[in-house]
């Protein structure tokens, strides 16, 4: 039914019926007039302020956005409807890409596809996109640098894959956090590391646990992965002096540090002590995996030594991709773009809060994801999936013997709020000891 809604008022904003500045009915008000109920209005709302064709102004209403300025999404008419037992996606790790295919994004994609041709492109990276990712992890994450410690990569785990195996001989002891990200611990096996699980807790990695004899730990210190928990300050200045007291170096994977919700995010560890911590980004949860792009900032003695490896391997980071991710970023378009997913997240975010309430949730105050405390975790998952609701367990991310039982409920994939809510009301019912 919001469905209706949503697309007549795109309708009406797209052929001039509505126009910009003009203030919408309140819910009540529409739902009193088109005869449903207010929760259809609200989600319509929803769907079109995360589409930026709306706005809030504090305290006074909804607006129609000067659309000129805002980027449309293609009404998928010809999408088929879903079917009827549709299964519900609550896995973590994928970003809404609903609001994605916008003028803005096609339009980069475009002028990219022009991109003069390069027979060798710069192992590093196109230099405009580096020059234009050190302004965004300045602006965004607290990380002053310099376009020449920025390397282009093919996302975080990619740039961490290339620094482990510039940087590491095989045997060596490395550090990752338990539980953690499987595909951190999976390149960095791949790279005959020894892997050392280190224990996390509710705040992030315990710092205090860490052996002298790592020569690198792996860490998400922003919204650790799948705990959630965002390292305090006392303990992100324990981790650093550890690693300059024993050379290793920290590679801290900030995977989704771009969403923060009640508070403003800590900056990033890099800023803390650029010598000693590598910093892996990605346009994996900003954007969709399948952008390929990611950025690595380090020394640039690390980052030349990366690149060379690369030049030998003649191994790059596709420049059409590259390209496209420069012109969202000097435009301002992913800036926009990741103000109008804050905004969404945050309302899918209250969606589960609301939906879970009086349950064990953890690690929400950013990120994607969000951690839910039962006993008997692997049954509660079972249960959900047989009843149509796929949602991850914590027992997978566990590299030494599993500590914790918890679901892992991603926010991010679910098409609705709808479905977000009726995915946790399952949740719900079969969470029941
Ligand atoms: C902790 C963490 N790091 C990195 C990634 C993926 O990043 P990329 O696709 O850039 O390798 C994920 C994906 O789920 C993740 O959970």
Not at 49 to 55: K, S
Not at 234 to 254: K, N, Y
Request: glycine share 10%; charged share 25%; proline share 7%.
């Amino acid at each position: 039914m919001s469905v209706q809604v949503v697309r007549q008022l795109r309708a009406a904003m797209s052929d001039g019926r509505l126009v910009a500045g003009e203030r919408l009915p309140s819910s009540r008000a529409l739902a009193g007039a088109l005869k449903v109920s207010r929760t259809v209005v609200t989600e319509a709302y929803e769907q079109l302020y995360a589409e930026g064709w709306l706005e809030g102004r504090h305290g006074s209403g909804t607006f129609v956005s000067d659309v000129s300025a805002v980027p449309r999404p293609v009404e998928r008419a010809a999408a088929p409807a879903p079917p009827e037992r549709k299964g519900i996606d609550l896995r973590p790790g994928v970003p809404w890409v609903g609001a994605l295919d916008t003028p803005a994004w096609r339009r980069a994609w475009r002028l990219a596809a022009t991109v003069e041709r390069v027979n060798r492109p710069d192992p590093g990276g196109l230099p405009g996109l580096r020059a234009a990712l050190a302004e965004h992890v300045r602006r965004g994450r607290g990380v002053a640098c310099s376009a020449d410690r920025v390397l282009v990569t093919r996302g975080a785990t990619n740039g961490l894959d290339m620094l482990a195996a510039t940087v590491l001989r095989p045997g060596d002891r490395v550090g990752v956090e338990d539980p953690g990200y499987n595909g951190a611990k999976a390149v960095l096996a791949g790279r005959g590391l020894e892997l050392v699980p280190c224990p996390v807790d509710e705040h992030g990695l315990v710092v205090d646990a860490l052996p002298d004899d790592l020569r690198l730990v792996y860490t998400t210190p922003s919204h650790q992965y799948p705990l959630g928990g965002v390292l305090p300050v006392p303990r992100r200045q324990a981790l650093l002096a550890w690693a300059r007291r024993t050379g290793a170096l920290v590679a801290e994977d900030d995977y989704d540090g771009e969403f923060r919700y009640d508070v403003a995010p800590l900056p990033a560890l890099y800023g803390l002590d650029p010598e000693v911590v590598v910093y892996l980004g990605t346009t994996s949860k900003i954007l969709t995996s399948d952008v390929g792009v990611g950025w690595l900032v380090a020394r640039p003695d690390l980052v030349a030594a990366v690149a060379a490896r690369r030049r030998l391997l003649n191994d790059r980071t596709a420049v059409v991709p590259q390209e496209a991710m420069r012109l969202l970023l000097e435009r301002g378009d992913l800036d926009r773009y990741l103000r109008r997913m804050r905004a969404e997240y945050a309302r899918r975010r209250a969606v589960v809060a609301q939906a879970l309430a009086g349950l064990p949730l953890r690690g929400d105050t950013a990120g994607l994801h969000v951690v839910l405390a039962v006993p008997d975790a692997e049954r509660v998952a079972a249960e959900a999936a047989a009843n149509g609701v796929l949602v991850d367990t914590l027992t997978r991310h566990h590299a030494g013997p599993c500590t914790m039982s918890g679901l892992v409920i991603g926010y991010g994939s679910a098409a609705t709020h709808s479905e977000l809510r009726a995915g946790c009301a399952v949740i719900r019912h079969v969470a029941r000891p």
